[in-house]
């Protein structure tokens, strides 16, 4: 990969196991968006159900 380091390639690698981890509190989809939140926040949303956390 040009540019890029073993340890950023964890950190990447690291940060997309704990998204696939991540399921909706309210159904329990792992149908999960991570978007902007109104304070430049990280917020969640599940695109089965519309249930919206942070």
């Given amino acids: 990969m040009p540019g890029g380091s073993i340890e950023e390639d964890e950190d990447l690698l690291a940060a997309?196991?704990?998204?696939a981890r991540l399921s909706c509190p309210s159904c329990g989809s792992a149908h999960v968006a991570q978007v902007l939140g109104d304070n430049g926040g990280i917020s969640y949303v599940c695109t089965a159900c519309g249930h919206s956390w942070s």
């Fill in 16 to 19: 997309a196991e704990a998204d």
